[in-house]
């Protein structure tokens, strides 16, 4: 089975080619002028694709975070799910209150449910509004256990209502024992 040829090998057989035809038919350029036009082609299309690549890139989403422990840890605001990753940035944490109103906000829902939705629902519940790392680290938390479905943009509770807060309330024991590494992306 022959191998498919990269955009790249493409244009420079291309421009091997219109060499060879330069080279040998000196009186004969409309070989040389049709070749001329399908390497532009293949140059314009190659560099379309590294223009692309790059603003995906830089458009698309960040990179992930090579490694993140989660343990339980006390705050000025009462034991709280931390999240620390392996770089310098302070950690997140995200306080038992704002944990279990997420929870509870993801548990009632049998639909997925986008980002801000829990975040206005979470607060609405504690009647405060929540920093987007109280709601953030909780749900990487559960997704990594896989508590919880994420797919773009959108959470949904793996399992029955009981069985994923069963779950949330089993993943806050464990971090509060141990520390939950997250698997390398």
């Given amino acids: 089975m022959k191998r498919a040829k990269s955009a790249s090998s493409d244009w420079q057989s291309q421009l091997d080619e219109l060499r060879t035809l330069i080279e040998n ?3 004969k350029p409309r070989g040389a002028l049709a070749k001329l036009k399908q390497l532009d082609a293949s140059v314009q299309k190659e560099i379309e694709t590294i223009e692309d690549a790059r603003r995906r890139r830089i458009v698309g989403p960040r990179a992930r975070v090579r490694a993140a422990i989660y343990t339980i840890e006390d ?6 799910l931390t999240e620390r990753r392996d770089s310098d940035a302070r950690p997140f944490k995200c306080p038992k209150a704002a944990y279990e109103a997420v929870a509870a906000v993801l548990a009632e829902s049998k639909v997925p449910v986008g980002f801000q939705d829990i975040k206005a629902k979470a607060s609405k519940r504690l009647r405060q509004e929540l920093p ?3 709601i953030r680290t909780p749900l990487r938390f559960w997704s990594i256990l896989g508590l919880v479905d994420h797919q773009q943009a959108r959470f949904l509770r793996v399992g029955t209502k009981a069985e ?3 779950g949330a309330r089993a993943a806050w024991y464990q971090a509060s024992t141990e520390q939950i590494k ?3 992306p």
Avoid: E, N
């Avoid at 705050?75 to 709280?80: H, L």
């Fill in 164 to 166: 994923f807060l069963k």
């Fill in 75 to 80: 705050s000025p605001r009462g034991p709280a």
């Fill in 25 to 27: 038919a000196p009186a």
């Fill in 182 to 184: 997250a698997p390398l």
């Fill in 132 to 134: 987007d790392y109280a």
